[in-house]
């Protein structure tokens, strides 16, 4: 079955369906590392990847959006940015698989029990929630900056780069 489209999923409707103990067969989260780079080193600057919409977005467009911004900042900057996925994707999105195609009437029940099937997990994301953050140093900034604009691409709504210097660790 084929992948629908973000704009399928994007708008916030109904309640929130996180609870995984009441439900079977929820596939596995696609974000392979919430934590990449330098995880030991202070550094001085952060930039955040802010919503500027209240949306849902789906884990395959995070994780797409981490490797992006990963592989932009190993060029630029190997070792010197501690890059940190700030959500984690707790909704579970449904979907009711109709059968298409020639004889489909036959086999498919239309939309009686149409509740779904778990398919994809998701972050419930409201304005000014941060998605992303890259800790890196004043040089490699201009690297930074580019590295969370092709993140941005990657995900469904739109979104503001933030920058913040971070006072020197005691």
Known sequence: ?????????????????????????IPACRITQ???????????????????EAAQVRDTALEAARVSAVRVMEKAAPNQYHLKVRRYPHQI?????????AGADRISDG???????????????QIGMELLTVSTTEAHLV???????????KLPIPTRVVVRHRPAAA
């Open 143 to 153: 690297d930074a900056k580019e590295a969370m604009r092709k993140a941005s691409h």
């Open 34 to 52: 919430f934590d990449t780079g330098n995880l030991h080193e202070h550094f001085p600057l952060s930039l955040s990847l802010g919503c500027e």
């Open 111 to 125: 939309m009686r029990g149409a509740f779904g099937k778990p398919v994809w997990h998701a972050v419930r994301a």
């Open 93 to 101: 999105l449904r979907e009711h698989k109709m059968a298409m195609g």
């Open 1 to 25: 079955m084929t992948r629908k489209p973000a704009r399928m999923y994007r708008e916030i409707e109904g309640q929130v369906y996180t609870r995984q103990e009441y439900m079977g067969g």
